[in-house]
Every structure is written in structure tokens, then in C-alpha cells.
């Protein structure tokens, strides 16, 4: 592209979708073997005044999931700013009346992810 062509689109502000992480994919994936994919929305924007969003969610049962990647190399989710500011939002969803499960790459990859989803949706 042409410098030309890179000003022009950030003056329109383009946004590139983020791409999905491989965890992120593993666990969808996890959610089509047990047929749930089609109760939960992937990137779901929870609340209409802010930008944040949940990995995926279930608004029937309002069901916020987050995967939690970076947790041993100092990524985003353990450094200070990044902390606070998950805290904030699971605060917020929480008011909201939302129920947040939160997943570690380990609890995703053995399945423990996808057998508390399983068990958070059979409760009445």
C-alpha cells in the first residue's frame, strides 16, 4: 500500500477485526462437539455504552466467558493496567447481572472449560 493509501484509511478508521486466538478457536470448536455453539455469541458486546466485549456469551442465561491467554509470559490480564481494567469490566458485568467464567489455556485444552459450561447450563 501507498502512504497515501494508509493515511486515507486511518482518517476513515478502518478497524481491522482482532484475529481469534488459537484458544479462542479451541474452545468454540469444543462448544460444536457438544452441539452449544448456536447458544453462544462469539466478540458479544455486553454493554452499549462501552467497547467492552466478552470472548463469547450466552444471553439467554446472560453468561459472559473469558479465555484468559498470557497468564504465564506477563501478558495483558496480569500486568497492573491490564488487571485493573478486567476487574472494572467483570465488576460492571456483574452489576449487570451477568455470571462471568473465566478459563485458563490449561482448563480449556483438558475440557474443564467446557464441562462448566455444561454444568452452569443444566442448573435451574
Partial sequence: MTR???????????????????????FWLHLG?????????????FDPHRKWRFDFANEAVMLGVEIEGGIWNQGRHNRG?????DCE?????ALCGW???RFTPKMVKNLEAIDMIKVFLRRD
Avoid: C, W
Fill in 33 to 45: 462437539v457438544e452441539g452449544l455453539q448456536g447458544e453462544f455469541t462469539r466478540e458479544f458486546r
Fill in 4 to 26: 497515501k493509501t494508509l493515511r486515507r484509511l486511518d482518517a476513515q478508521r478502518v478497524k481491522i477485526p482482532r484475529a481469534k486466538s488459537h484458544l479462542e478457536e479451541t
Fill in 99 to 101: 455470571v462471568v467464567m
Fill in 81 to 85: 493496567v491490564g488487571f485493573e481494567k
Fill in 89 to 93: 469490566k467483570y465488576n460492571h458485568a
